[in-house]
């Protein structure tokens, strides 16, 4: 199994900043797509952001210009950088890979604590 944790959630005030970071215990084709989900209380699960093993980047319409995903490939881990931060940015944020976008699944397959971003107004 491809093991990712997460980390780098915390509390911060709108317009404040938080890097995410997430890695990867091991290095296949399972990890070619990186990226973040979030999900907020009431709401479905979203992607947020996702890149390839090359670079290549996906970004929701509602972070765009505020997020940016980045992957250091020798570490096989993978940050998200927020800024601008909003409260509808308060979610639990999962990191996930896989070979697709459509197949990025979080560690073991399933949904697990991730971490939590919370901002306050």
């Known amino acids: 199994q491809v093991q990712l944790v997460e980390s780098g959630g915390g509390l911060v005030q709108a317009g404040g900043s938080l890097r995410l970071s997430c890695a990867a215990s091991?290095?296949?084709?399972?990890?070619?797509?990186m990226g973040w989900f979030r999900q907020a209380p009431g709401k479905e699960r979203e992607l947020v952001a996702a890149?390839?093993?090359?670079?290549?980047?996906n970004y929701a319409d509602s972070v765009k210009g505020r997020f940016t995903i980045s992957r250091d490939n020798a570490k096989n881990t993978v940050y998200l950088q927020m800024n601008s931060l909003k409260p509808e940015d308060t979610a639990v944020y999962y990191c996930?890979?896989?070979?697709?976008?459509?197949?990025?699944?979080?560690?073991?397959?399933?949904w697990g604590q991730g971490t939590q971003v919370t901002v306050s107004s």
């Open positions: 996930a890979a896989g070979v697709t976008i459509a197949q990025m699944r979080p560690s073991g397959g399933s």
């Open positions: 091991v290095r296949t084709s399972s990890t070619y797509f």
């Open positions: 890149i390839t093993r090359g670079g290549s980047t």
